[in-house]
Nanobody
Framework: QVQLVESGGGLVQPGGSVRLSCAASGFLLSSYYMGWFRQNPGKEREFVAAISRAGGKTYYLDSVKGRFTISRDNAKNTVYLQMNILKPEDTAVYYC?????????????????WGQGTQVTVSS
């Protein structure tokens, strides 16, 4: 069955860095766009970044451009989110997701499988 498992979250100081990983199994990763979203309690899930099947195209939320980098290693069945110059407003649970065929890259409703999420807290 399809599984997405995130790891790498934790507590980090403002200005610091963290790399999230998403281990994929149960499907051929190279056949799907993948995305990262984030969510805080009481708020809607927010698009953060997405990447095309081979990694040649990437898309970002405006507020993370220049600070976050999404990448993938299809041979290792893993998607990454490198997060630099972190700010307190980046605090959230971060989710990895698989985009359904033909969907948009920014709408949560266009993703069909989700991981369980990993908490990132940016605080001094």
């Amino acid at each position: 069955q399809v599984q997405l498992v995130e790891s790498g979250g934790g507590l980090v100081q403002p200005g610091g860095s963290v790399r999230l990983s998403c281990a994929a199994s149960g499907f051929l990763l190279s056949s799907y766009y993948m995305g990262w979203f984030r969510q805080n309690p009481g708020k809607e899930r927010e698009f953060v970044a997405a990447i095309s099947r081979a990694g040649g195209k990437t898309y970002y939320l405006d507020s993370v451009k220049g600070r976050f980098t999404i990448s993938r290693d299809n041979a290792k069945n893993t998607v990454y989110l490198q997060m630099n110059i972190l700010k307190p407003e980046d605090t959230a649970v971060y989710y990895c997701a698989r985009r359904a065929a033909g969907g948009t890259h920014y709408s949560p409703g266009d993703y069909d499988y989700w991981g369980q999420g990993t908490q990132v807290t940016v605080s001094s």
